[in-house]
């Protein structure tokens, strides 16, 4: 018996990460189910690439140190005598972190590279690596996704009553910013729209607008410059009011709503977060630099997580922008950035999940555990957890499916197959595609619909991948940041209330099915991919799928709005789960398996489209299944003979 010391005794063997892109089955099935197989050949060796790198010690310190050292107001807020100064700074690993995130293309991807219909899942593939070790740098990155998608559309437009040639300038140099990979060049976008009034409804918005340009005219060299050097003057519409929350507060530009006329509903600004001022002088005494663009940051918000994010209240005092659209039209501009923050939010939700899985994956390879009369096995050979981590794999799977088919829908809503190809994708996916006049109702839908499901659904089961590592899973494992599952945990909790929240996005899939205009071509897209998915099926699981679609379809089209309102959540969680169910029989019958299978009837069972899923006949078989469920089949743990009974084999 030798007593136990802080250097001696029982030490847990660290686990130990594998790349995601190889070892996470969901997402290899995914990718193999939606991305015709010559692509995803071709993206194959560089995704793998970031898998590896986005698990790499540097990585990491850059969480640590991005964690630890937070953003802060530099003299909170005033210089040395007193002046009011808003001087944000921020860490260098959050600088670093985000330099990675531009230089792998996670938003440029979409916009210098292209797959066809395929592209936004190749990005989200990266984003979905990315997610975990990124310490919310993907939160500004979503915003300047938005935002590069936004002055995209306004960029194509072509006649010029829609833009001055001054402006038009002004919006191409951003665009090029925003899609830019020179991470010296590369800006980040906010999105300012939620107010002390309401983030969800945003018509009571305080902050004013008016038409007030510079005597010399847009453009004249007299003009006050954003940006002397690139030749970028500032706007014609000056902004003040007080934006409530900002989380990209260190971005170079932002996107943000104001009033501009009592009655006339809000609009839609794009300013330069800087501006040139000749005035000022260095601490060398040179003259001339830059300043916030009539911005004073208030002060950053103190929050349960995305404590490495600048979220701050900013005044806006004479702030400089240019309306996007015409006035009044704000909340549409707004819709076109919401769609892409939405699905940013949705992949990172997925994310997490699927890094705490393998952390909870690989810690249950090393922690063995008592199963009684001094018996011991490592938990991925105890069938109770593994029972437990196969649910988990479930759930995150059927929100895999969901999360990227909807990213194929965008996909091909972005880029038609009937526009020019630039790409050399010829070949076609497994995804059953809709017909062209479906593709923008059912995007409508799943827009809302996923997000309202998955950021919500995703934050039990990582807590579920926390307590699977017992007391260290609660710990803020700071000290091996690639097991901190915590903070994963902690950072999953806001999806489900910035970019809408559940119950806003419950409502708003209720809106889409119900518009006079286009709500029966809404259903009649869901009526599609049901039929799809399940074509290839023609079991009792697919019949049940299809009378539970027709019987809620039925509640859908007989009920009015205020009736239907009080489900809304309740409706919308259940549609989610007839999509998810209809995508996992189409991807048990594209490509199948035993695990497959097995996780597809557990799937239909347990959300109720079918019986209960066969118990299999003993339990070792059950245990073997549940791993290579977990594990996946070609990295299945060796069943090990519990410690105390050597050479018996397994008996449990
Ligand atoms: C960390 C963090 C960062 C953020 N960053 C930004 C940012 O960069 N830019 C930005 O603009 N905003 C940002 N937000 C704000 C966020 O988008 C809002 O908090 C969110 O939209 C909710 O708005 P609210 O806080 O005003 O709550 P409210 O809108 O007042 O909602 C309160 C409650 O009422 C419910 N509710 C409201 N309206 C309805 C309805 N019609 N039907 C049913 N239920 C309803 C909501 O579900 C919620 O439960 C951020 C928030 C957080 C937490």
């Known amino acids: 018996m030798e007593p136990s010391s802080s ?8 686990p130990v990460l ?30 793998a690439q970031l898998g590896d790198h986005v698990l790499s010690q540097d990585i990491f310190d850059h969480v640590t140190d991005a964690e630890k050292n937070q953003p802060y107001l530099r003299g909170n807020g005033r210089d040395a005598f007193g002046n009011p100064k808003s001087e944000l700074v921020v860490t260098e690993g959050w600088k670093r972190l985000q330099d990675f995130g531009f230089e792998k293309g996670v938003v440029a991807l979409n916009y210098d590279t292209d797959y066809g219909p395929y592209t936004r ?46 402006q038009r300038r002004v919006f191409q140099n951003a665009f090029d910013h925003f899609t830019s990979r020179d991470s010296t060049k590369a800006w980040t976008s906010g999105q300012w729209m939620t107010e002390r009034t309401g983030g969800s409804d945003v018509s009571l918005t305080e902050t004013v607008a008016t038409y007030d340009p510079y005597p010399a005219g ?35 530009a932002t996107i943000l709503l104001a009033m501009t006329q009592p009655g006339k509903g809000v609009s839609a600004f794009f300013a330069p977060m800087r501006r040139h001022n000749p005035s ?17 940051i208030q002060r950053l918000k103190n929050k349960f997580g995305t404590q490495s994010l600048p979220t701050a209240e900013l005044e806006l005092k004479g702030m400089r922008g240019w309306l996007i659209g015409d006035e009044g039209k704000g909340i549409q501009e707004i819709s076109t950035i919401l769609n892409i923050t939405r699905v940013h939010t949705t992949v990172s939700s997925l994310a997490y999940l699927g890094r705490s899985l393998a952390v909870a994956k690989a810690f249950a390879l090393v922690r063995e555990v008592g199963v009684g009369k001094g018996k011991r096995v490592p938990l991925s050979n105890h069938p109770l957890h593994m029972r437990t981590l196969s649910g988990t794999a479930t759930e995150y799977h059927a929100m895999m499916l969901l999360v990227f088919y909807t990213l194929y829908v965008l ?53 579920g991948c926390m307590e699977a590592l017992g007391g260290v899973g609660y710990l803020v494992n700071a000290e091996s940041e690639h097991l901190n599952v915590a903070r994963l945990f902690r950072d999953a909790c806001v999806g489900a209330i910035w970019e809408g ?22 259903l009649a897209a869901l009526d599609w991919l049901v039929d799809s998915a399940l074509s290839s099926s023609g079991g009792e699981a697919s019949a049940s799928i299809r009378r539970e679609w027709a019987s809620l379809r039925a509640r859908l089209v007989a009920e009015d709005q205020p009736a239907l309102l009080p489900d809304a959540r309740q409706l919308v969680f259940r549609l989610a789960e007839i999509q998810m169910a209809a995508l996992f029989v189409l991807d048990a019958v594209a490509d199948p398996g035993p695990e497959v299978e097995a996780m597809c ?14 118990v299999a006949v003993d339990a070792a078989q059950g245990l073997r299944l549940d791993q290579a469920i977990v594990y996946s089949a070609s990295s299945l743990p060796p069943l090990s003979g519990a410690r105390g009974e050597e050479g018996q084999g397994s008996k449990l």
């Open 18 to 47: 594998k790349n995601q892109f190889h070892d996470d089955a969901s997402l290899q099935r995914v990718a193999k189910l939606f991305l015709p197989a010559s692509l995803l050949d071709h993206i194959g060796p560089e995704t």
């Open 280 to 296: 000022l002088v260095s601490a060398t005494g040179r003259p001339g630099g830059t300043e916030l663009n009539g911005v004073t």
């Open 501 to 522: 929240t559940t119950d806003v996005l419950s409502s708003d899939t209720l809106r889409a099915l119900k518009h006079p205009a286009t709500g029966r071509d809404s």
């Open 218 to 252: 847009d453009g004249n060299p007299a003009t006050p410059w954003a940006n002397p050097e690139e030749g970028i003057p500032l706007g014609p519409w000056s902004i003040t009011g007080f934006k409530w929350f900002s989380s990209a507060t260190d971005s170079q």
């Open 121 to 166: 899942l190749v990005q989200f593939m990266r984003c979905h690596l990315w997610g975990a070790s990124c310490a919310n740098t993907l939160c500004p990155a979503a915003m300047q996704d938005g935002a590069a998608r936004l002055l995209k559309r306004h960029l194509a437009k072509q006649d010029s009553s829609s833009m001055t040639p001054t």
């Open 411 to 463: 996909g091909l809503d972005e880029r038609p197959p009937s526009s020019p190809p630039n790409h050399t994708v010829t070949e076609t996916s497994r995804a059953p595609s809709p017909p062209p006049h479906l593709v923008a109702p059912l995007l409508r839908v799943l827009s809302s619909l996923h997000k309202a499901y998955v950021c919500e659904h995703v934050v039990p089961l990582v807590f």
């Open 601 to 614: 009837q557990r799937y239909l069972a347990k959300k109720g489209f079918a019986g209960a899923a066969a």
């Open 7 to 14: 250097n001696t005794g029982f030490f847990q063997q660290l």
